[in-house]
């Protein structure tokens, strides 16, 4: 994690270019209008971005009620998301576009599909339909297990053209995970695939869902897509063919008519506790926000082909692959498979190839591809590109300077975008042709966002402090609660300061006002950008059998950010050792998966602990990091004199 000190040494500044800000969305003059109105009545500002960017079958009678800490935006308003990413680039004076590119899809062999509007809106009512045939009524959830595959966002589509709220597991996660959010949403209906392509060969999906689905009996129907054409079983009287489904379904499906406030996702994310929390998202602050920062902060044009490489698993996939995407008409890429399959230039090559403009990643696929080395991207010509974008974690100052350089070619804008599952869509960022950047910092908050820097106790932290994030007014794309957990909402959320949101990250403000944010304060961990709670991987481990206690922490990494490290506790009579590690990173896999595996494990025979119980967990972050030393190496470690030296400073 990057410390103040070395933050503030970060002087260097780039101005947008005079050619970029001429024909930006949002130029300097617009991004001040909007600054002011924002920060003057952010509720009028948003009421603006609502009309002008969102199609609405009947106006709101109310931009805002606010409850704190619930919020209710566009009272009485009426909309589809549907609609507003298909039907309405197809009619009118908008007709052109049934035949411009809504999806270019690539798979990691190589096939591609291209999905026009026309085509895109074909198939989303054709599987809306699918949907109702199977009983799936307004307000009922669907749950999707799937790959990055054309179906993925074709399925998505389908549950908002009526009204049915989507839960999507990333297809990492394991078939507990996948089990534990489909009950937990009651999902009625699970939509998934033989599996996908994935380093070269095909992986399986449809076992983890028949796993899940044993211990899930609110699921009546699981729909499956062939991709890999491998060998599938299929249970009669609830198993289909996404293809066999769609061959007799009708191709008309009025949107339905929803409340502003209808839900429209649920997605699942790590705590501090506990099991993972189901974020609410809504209608039509959501669309508002995602549409609006989409075309704003990515300077979306008519003739773009945009590439975010995150996985729809994740809340950037909802947001910025497919919702705020395709609400602004624009064409989507979707990659199916690994940066580096079959060579470490796939990204570059494909870029290349589809002369991508607009490229978002993650600054942990940043430092990979530094590692790689510049010979890759060099190799192709990436002129195509004129704006970069980051997300997930802090993106360390030297790689956002060799994005600038090696990937950017000095000439595209960097948007180093912050924001959250939980805040629906981009908070603090720079606007490309209006903000200064400097590597390393998220600039600032964007237009209509009230964000600040506070204390414990919610007094301002003056620059060049560090202290809490803090977001002091609602947003239109805030979470709306956690699916069934009222008070867990207040809980995590609202309970530091009186109404005001609480993003559990650590942050300070520089001299001319910008954000440096610095990473999560509380017990999750950001691993490749991906959020993992400490305690849930705790529990995974101790569930062994073998294993009697365990702690879990982060420590920095050079190229996924956060590395998981496990401290395990055998119980008595069973050997430490790398046979053990292999068990507790197999146990890991299956209740979570993959994507928590601890890096390192290291096994001690007691834990250290203050006088009250608690597990010295700074003390064990130290010990990870390698700032303490540990005299004794043999296999069990022994962290008992350290803790004892420690204690009085951890109570
Ligand atoms: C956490 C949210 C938002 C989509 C991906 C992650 C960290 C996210 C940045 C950034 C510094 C960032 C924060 C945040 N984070 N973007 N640009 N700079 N930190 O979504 O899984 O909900 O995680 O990711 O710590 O709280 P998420």
Redesign the pocket.
């Known amino acids: 994690m990057p410390d103040i000190e070395s933050l503030l040494k970060e002087t260097r500044v780039f101005k947008p270019a005079k050619e970029f800000s001429r024909q930006a969305n949002w130029n300097k003059k617009t991004t001040a209008e909007y600054r002011k109105l924002g920060d003057k009545n952010p509720e009028r500002f948003w009421a603006k971005m609502a009309k002008e960017n969102v199609s609405w079958f009947a106006p709101w009678k109310k931009t805002l009620q606010w409850k704190p800490p619930f919020a209710k935006w566009f009272v009485g308003g009426k909309l589809n998301v549907s609609y507003n990413c298909l039907d309405r680039h197809i009619e009118g004076e908008n007709a052109w576009r049934r035949n411009k590119a809504a999806i270019i899809w690539e798979g990691e062999p190589g096939d591609s599909r291209t999905l026009t509007y026309g085509e895109l809106h074909r198939e989303v009512c054709k599987f809306a339909n699918v949907l109702k045939g199977l009983g799936v009524k307004k307000g009922e959830r669907v749950a999707l297990y799937m790959p990055m595959v054309p179906e993925l966002a074709i399925a998505m589509l389908a549950c908002t053209r009526i009204g049915a709220p989507h839960s999507i597991v990333f297809g990492g996660f394991s078939a507990e995970a996948l089990r534990d959010r489909i009950n937990d949403a009651g999902a009625k209906v699970v939509i998934t695939s033989d599996g996908g392509f994935r380093r070269g060969a095909p992986f399986e999906l449809k076992p983890a869902v028949d796993e899940a689905c044993e211990g899930a009996d609110c699921v009546d129907h699981v729909v499956v897509v062939k991709r890999t054409g491998e060998e599938t079983a299929m249970k009669a009287g609830r198993d289909q063919w996404w293809h066999e489904l769609m061959e007799g379904a009708s191709a008309n499906c009025k949107p339905a008519r929803l409340d502003a406030e209808h839900p429209l996702f649920i997605l699942y ?1 790590s705590g501090t506790t506990g099991s993972p929390k189901g974020i609410l998202h809504t209608t039509g602050g959501y669309l508002t926000h995602v549409t609006t920062t989409a075309k704003a902060i990515f300077d979306l044009k008519e003739t773009d082909t945009y590439w975010c490489t ?1 996985d729809i698993g ?3 996939g909802h947001s910025y692959v497919v919702y705020g995407i395709l609400a602004n008409g624009a064409t989507t890429f979707m990659y199916e498979g690994v940066p580096t399959h079959p060579g470490p230039d796939r990204f570059w090559e494909m870029i290349d190839r589809w002369k991508v403009t607009i490229f978002y990643t993650a600054p942990t696929a940043i430092r990979t591809f530094i590692r790689l080395g510049d010979e890759h991207p060099k190799r192709h010509d990436l002129s195509s590109l004129r704006l970069l974008g ?6 360390n100052p030297e790689a956002w300077m060799w994005y600038h350089r090696v990937i950017g070619n000095k000439r595209c804008p960097i948007v ?8 629906g869509g981009i908070m603090i960022t720079p606007l490309p042709g209006a903000v200064d950047t400097k590597p390393g910092s ?1 600039t600032l908050a964007f237009p209509g966002i009230h964000a600040t820097i506070l204390d414990e106790e919610g007094k301002e932290v003056a620059a060049p402090n560090g202290g809490l994030l803090a977001i002091t007014r609602p947003w239109p794309g805030m979470l709306r609660g956690i699916w069934g957990d009222p008070k867990r909402y207040r809980e995590t959320y609202w309970s530091k300061w009186k109404d005001i949101y609480f ?3 650590g942050a300070h403000k520089d001299k001319s006002s910008y954000f440096w ?1 610095m ?2 304060i509380d017990d999750v961990m ?1 691993i490749s ?3 993992i709670g400490t305690m849930e991987v705790e529990s995974a481990i101790v569930s062994h059998a073998d294993v009697a206690e365990a702690a879990v922490v982060g420590r920095p990494d050079e190229i996924t950010g956060t590395a998981i490290v496990a401290f395990v506790t055998p119980k008595s009579g069973v050997d430490a050792g790398s046979a053990l590690a292999d068990k507790v990173r197999k146990q890991v896999t299956r209740e979570i998966g993959a994507i928590a595996k601890p890096k390192e494990i290291r096994f001690t025979d007691a834990l250290p602990k203050t006088r009250s119980g608690k597990i010295m967990r700074r003390l064990l972050r130290d010990i990870a990091a390698g700032k303490e030393g540990i005299g004794d190496t043999s296999t069990l470690e022994d962290f008992s004199v350290l803790a004892k030296i420690r204690e009085s400073d951890e109570d």
């Open positions: 994310t995150a994740w809340i950037t980051s997300v997930g974690e802090p993106i180093d975008t912050w924001w959250q599952t939980e805040t998220g993003p559990s990250d944010i990473g999560r950001n950008g991906h959020r």
